[in-house]
Structure formats: structure tokens, C-alpha cells
């Protein structure tokens, strides 16, 4: 799955450990899924479109 976690975090000028501390999880866990070697849970999934202020499908899009 592709996404743009990565550009919506550059464009707040977010470091990966200040979006992993927002969404609760490891910042190796926000780099594994920026790299796309990690697909987050529904829940994880959910919780970035929540900080990001956006719907799911604006984040995440199928390959």
C-alpha cells in the first residue's frame, strides 16, 4: 500500500520520533510504514488520519 505520510509529515515540519510520539508508537514504526515495508492496523490507520486532519483515502491508497 502507498501513502503520503511522509510528505504530510515534511509539510509540518514533523521529525518521524514527533509523529510516532502523536500516534503512540515507535518512530521505527512510522519509518517502516513511510518505506511501505509496514502496513498499519485499522486502528494505527485511523489515528493517522486523525492527526493529519484527513479521511483514510487521502493518506493511504492501494499500489
Same mark, same amino acid.
Given at each position: 500500500?502507498?501513502? *503520503? =505520510?511522509? @510528505?504530510? $509529515?515534511?509539510?509540518?515540519?514533523?521529525?518521524?520520533?514527533?509523529?510516532? &510520539? *502523536? =500516534?503512540? @508508537?515507535? $518512530?521505527?514504526?512510522?519509518?517502516?510504514?513511510?518505506?511501505?515495508?509496514? &502496513?498499519?492496523?485499522?486502528?494505527?490507520?485511523?489515528?493517522?488520519?486523525?492527526?493529519?486532519?484527513?479521511?483514510?483515502?487521502?493518506?493511504?491508497?492501494?499500489?
Amino acid at each position: 500500500m502507498k501513502n *503520503r =505520510l511522509k @510528505v504530510l $509529515r515534511a509539510e509540518r515540519d514533523w521529525s518521524q520520533q514527533a509523529l510516532a &510520539d *502523536r =500516534l503512540e @508508537v515507535s $518512530r521505527q514504526s512510522v519509518n517502516a510504514i513511510e518505506t511501505g515495508k509496514y &502496513d498499519p492496523s485499522l486502528p494505527l490507520a485511523f489515528r493517522i488520519a486523525d492527526v493529519f486532519g484527513l479521511p483514510i483515502e487521502e493518506i493511504f491508497m492501494r499500489d
